[in-house]
């Protein structure tokens, strides 16, 4: 079964700084998908960025960006010139490729502060 | 509003009870997933359901089940409800194969006194 280990239970960053938050996963696939969700204090899930493994480049979205290093089985979360928006929890989220095998399989997350 | 709605957003409910949590995909979307986040399980795979029909099951005790209407709502039914059992109950929804990731809804949260 695939696993995903996220290492730090807590980050902070001050505004405007640059934080990356860690990811690394366990899978015998060569093909798969992965993700990072944001959960702010709403409870409410937002996708933040997603990876396909048979890239190679890695995936922007504005201030966020990865460095998946598909040999290491690394994910991690870049996030630039941070706002007090960003402050919730962060969740990276694993999906095979394979037919029927649709669900994700999360980390235990990453609680992220920005420092005014 | 990510377009998933779930009623309702809070319920508290007694040990040994049965309640059933209700969730609407975003229109156009076949597929209905349940997931249940807990402070010491984390955000745990229930079951997925694709037009109607069950396609995965994760760690879903016997105690709950589920079922997704022709209308494509999907229903979550918890019975003999354990204090174990209070967390926040998600529904997610997608198009097809999910390989964008899923759309959630802003979650159940049970309560077991």
């Known amino acids: 079964a695939q696993t995903v280990t996220q290492s730090q239970p807590e980050m902070s960053v001050q505004e405007a700084e640059t934080v990356t938050l860690s990811c690394t996963y366990d899978t015998s696939e060569s093909d798969y998908y992965l993700f990072w969700y944001k959960q702010p204090p709403s409870r409410q899930m937002i996708l933040v960025i997603r990876q396909e493994a048979y890239k190679q480049q890695n995936a922007t979205e504005n201030r966020f960006s990865v460095n998946f290093q598909k040999a290491a089985k690394s994910f991690s979360l870049k996030i630039s010139d941070s706002q007090l928006g960003d402050a919730a929890m962060y969740f990276c989220a694993y999906r095979n490729s394979g037919a029927g095998s649709y669900q994700l399989t999360f980390g235990k997350g990453t609680k992220l502060s920005v420092i005014p | 509003d990510s377009g998933v709605t779930q009623t309702p957003k809070h319920l508290i409910t007694a040990t040994g009870q049965r309640v059933t949590l209700r969730c609407s995909p975003r229109?156009?979307?076949?597929?209905v997933y349940w997931y249940q986040q807990s402070l010491d399980q984390g955000l745990q795979f229930l079951i997925q359901y694709y037009n109607g029909e069950e396609r995965a099951k994760g760690n879903i005790l016997e105690r709950f089940s589920a079922q997704q209407f022709p209308d494509l709502h999907s229903e979550l039914n918890l019975s003999s409800l354990e204090l174990g059992d209070s967390a926040l109950y998600f529904c997610?929804?997608?198009?097809?194969?999910?390989?964008?990731?899923?759309?959630f809804g802003s979650g159940t949260r049970l309560t077991v006194v």
């Open positions: 997610a929804s997608s198009a097809g194969t999910s390989i964008y990731g899923y759309t």
């Open positions: 229109s156009g979307d076949l597929s």
